[in-house]
Nanobody, 123 residues
Framework: VQLQASGGGLVQSGGSLRLSCEVS????????VGWFRQAPKKEREFLAS????????AYADSVKGRFTISRNNGKGTLYLQMNSLKPEDSAVYYC?????????????????WGQGTLVTVSS
């Protein structure tokens, strides 16, 4: 089982980035997926989740209206579109997966994690 996050980089404040997370070793169709981030000296923070069938999503208040989670089960890939980026969005971003058919939730305890991709937003 592997999750490979990509798409991070350096962007100016107000800019956009799209993160991708490609999964292998399991069928994404049966998994809820989520995005988290962790900044230096801070705890890991939930950002967004999407249910296995894509019907429901959940977002942290800090990114609601700016970030959008989506998925393409056929490609085994999930995405995080990030708009209106701020310097405080700088962190390592992680994707995650949990085998469940439940509605999206910020309270899932994920089984699988990607290795992280670094996002830096300059002011």
């Amino acid at each position: 089982v592997q999750l490979q996050a990509s798409g991070g980089g350096l962007v100016q404040s107000g800019g956009s980035l799209r993160l991708s997370c490609e999964v292998s070793g399991f069928t994404l169709d049966y998994y809820a997926v989520g995005w988290f981030r962790q900044a230096p000296k801070k705890e890991r923070e939930f950002l967004a989740s999407i249910s296995a069938n894509g019907a429901t999503t959940a977002y942290a208040d800090s990114v609601k209206g700016r970030f959008t989670i989506s998925r393409n089960n056929g490609k085994g890939t999930l995405y995080l579109q990030m708009n209106s980026l701020k310097p405080e969005d700088s962190a390592v971003y992680y994707c995650s997966a949990l085998q469940t058919g439940a509605a999206a939730s910020p309270f899932f305890h994920y089984d699988y994690w990607g290795q992280g991709t670094l996002v830096t937003v300059s002011s």
